[in-house]
């Protein structure tokens, strides 16, 4: 299926529905931004392991692109530990709040946010080869139609040498729904390959289960794993690293069980990755 990646009811619908989750995000305890007001960070465990790994002398005087950034808390937590960080969501409502939060923690010399759709960023921010890394993790290119073109979006902000760190939902995860299955497992529901968005009318929302959002209608779309390693080969870039993990940072499933540090695992046995994190690096020239 073929989108306009410039706009049409993909994108006004998935924004107005982001748009009202972000004053319930700000409200909610899922992402308390006290960390951040004491001067640390909120990153997820796999995220903040990843980045130190990448940066181990820290993040001072490093240029961080955080793409889909939502109301910046990640963007933000980069920028504590001495980043210059520019965050990019199209959501007016979380680029006002995280420019404030900014604001509020002192860091906005060193915190950019920019409201636009992911497709349009060569255009809202035209400087090339200018970041060391490229930052994205946990409910992204699910929300973009065209990996391709992210992937070739990702390559062209990366210094030569640049790194892009990536986390998100493992796509075998997104062929189960709920707990309809045996034993209140997830019910195998979806084929792991489609051609074709998922459109949602889903109300309720991660972060506050009491949350009945009005704009509930979503475009989604799994990206399978050779779709995403070929985009980034595609665009010349490098996959240095891909890992598996049992682990993601809210409740998936009914069934997963917190397993320390705001992750949530299968009760058991591995029975199947859950999240995947990737680092790519573009070409030094
Ligand atoms: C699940 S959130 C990312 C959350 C982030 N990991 C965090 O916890 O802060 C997904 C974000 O993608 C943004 N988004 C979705 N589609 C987008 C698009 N086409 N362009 C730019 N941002 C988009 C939404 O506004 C939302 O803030």
Redesign the pocket.
């Known amino acids: 299926m073929r989108v306009d990646l410039s706009g049409g009811d993909w994108?006004d619908d998935?924004r107005a529905n982001?748009d009202e989750r972000v004053p319930v995000h700000v409200a909610s305890d899922f992402y308390d931004r006290e960390p951040l007001r004491d001067g640390g960070g909120v990153l997820d465990p796999i995220a903040r392991a990843g980045v130190e790994r990448l940066h181990p002398a820290g993040l001072d005087g490093v240029r961080v692109l955080h793409l889909?950034?939502?109301f910046g808390?990640?963007t933000l937590s980069l920028a504590n530990r001495g980043a210059t960080v520019v965050g990019?969501?199209?959501?007016r409502p979380?680029v006002e709040e995280a420019r404030r939060m900014a604001a509020e923690l002192g860091v906005d010399d060193r915190a950019r946010f920019v409201e636009?759709?992911?497709?349009d960023a060569r255009h809202v921010l035209p400087e090339p080869e200018s970041f060391d890394l490229v930052f994205t993790?946990?409910?992204?290119i699910g929300?973009?139609p065209d990996v391709a073109e992210w992937a070739r979006i990702v390559a062209w902000f990366l210094k030569p040498g640049g790194r892009l760190y990536f986390a998100d939902v493992h796509p075998a995860a997104f062929v189960f729904d709920g707990d309809g299955g045996p034993g209140g497992l997830p019910a195998f529901t979806f084929p792991y390959s489609k051609d074709v968005p998922d459109v949602l009318e889903d109300p309720s929302d991660y972060a506050d289960a009491s949350a009945a959002l009005a704009n509930a209608k979503t475009w989604e779309w799994v990206h399978p794993l050779d779709e995403v390693l070929g985009a980034l080969g595609d665009a010349g870039l490098t996959v240095d690293a891909f890992t598996e993990h049992y682990l993601v940072p809210w409740q998936i499933f009914p069934v997963t069980v917190p397993q320390g540090d705001g992750m949530f695992g299968w009760p058991a046995e591995r029975w199947l990755p859950l999240s995947y994190e990737l680092v790519v690096s573009a070409p030094v020239r």
């Open positions: 994108l998935n982001w889909q950034c939502h808390s990640d990019l969501d199209f959501s979380a636009a759709n992911l497709y993790t946990w409910g992204t929300w973009l």
